[in-house]
């Protein structure tokens, strides 16, 4: 069975310093993994995703993930928070034997001036 | 915790059918929801902002005339598939806000609802 946790529901950082959000899942199957950011009231964006290509995966505003199956891990970093950064980001979890995805609940983001 | 839930959670109808899924947020009102939809082994990707009380908007590319959303209510939003094809066959997902104030505000995801379209 597929499961997603993300560690923290809160992180705060200083704007310039960098951002770690972290994942762990666990997936019967090879998994698919994807970063998702949420702004205030706005839809779901996907930041990047894992499809069993290289194991560092490069997103968008310069965000990336590392996929460690060893540790079970797909967490995401950036090296320098900006303010726009701040938001909510889920990981979630897709086995390719099926197609149900599954949710993390979510990584608060707050960028401190 | 807060749950959305989605009723069917699986349906399976004939091409030209109309299938209507339900959203509601079952512990708090929501006066904001989304609807998403999921292709096979791809990302999510956002159909419609549903707003309670006033019409949905809709992202480029999502034929509102197919995809009607109707938010009557702060606990409950529907999203009708019209006249379905196969190509509508997907996993459809809805979210909702809780939370009195942006920084509060917190996004519950339903489980989905698989349709497939004959």
């Known amino acids: 069975a597929q499961s997603v946790t993300q560690l923290d529901s809160h992180v705060s950082v200083s704007e310039g310093t960098p951002v770690l959000l972290r994942c762990n899942y666990s997936?019967?199957?090879?998994?698919?993994l994807f970063w998702y950011v949420q702004h205030p009231n706005k839809g779901l964006q996907l930041l990047l995703k894992?499809?069993?290509?290289?194991?560092l995966v490069k997103g968008i505003n310069g965000f990336e993930a590392e996929f460690k199956k060893s540790e079970t891990s797909f967490h995401l970093t950036k090296p320098s928070a900006h303010m726009s950064d701040a938001a909510e980001y889920f990981c979630v979890v897709s086995d390719r034997g099926d197609d149900k995805i599954i949710f993390g609940k979510g990584t608060r983001l707050h960028i401190l001036p | 915790g807060a749950v959305v839930s989605q009723h069917p959670s699986r349906v399976i109808c004939k091409s030209g059918t109309s299938v209507k899924i339900e959203c509601r947020s079952l512990d708090f009102q929501a006066t904001t929801m989304f609807w998403y939809r999921q292709f096979p082994k791809q990302s999510l990707m956002l159909m419609a902002t549903s707003n309670e009380g006033s019409k949905a908007t809709y992202e480029q590319g999502v034929e509102k005339d197919k995809f009607l959303i109707n938010h009557a209510s702060l606990t409950l939003s529907t999203l009708t598939v019209t006249s379905a094809h196969p190509e509508d066959s997907s996993f459809y997902i809805c979210?909702?806000?809780?939370?009195?104030?942006?920084?509060?505000?917190?996004?519950?995801f339903g489980p989905g609802t698989r349709l497939l379209v004959l």
């Open positions: 997936s019967s199957y090879s998994p698919s």
């Open positions: 979210s909702a806000y809780e939370g009195a104030s942006a920084d509060q505000e917190t996004q519950y």
């Open positions: 894992y499809t069993s290509a290289a194991t």
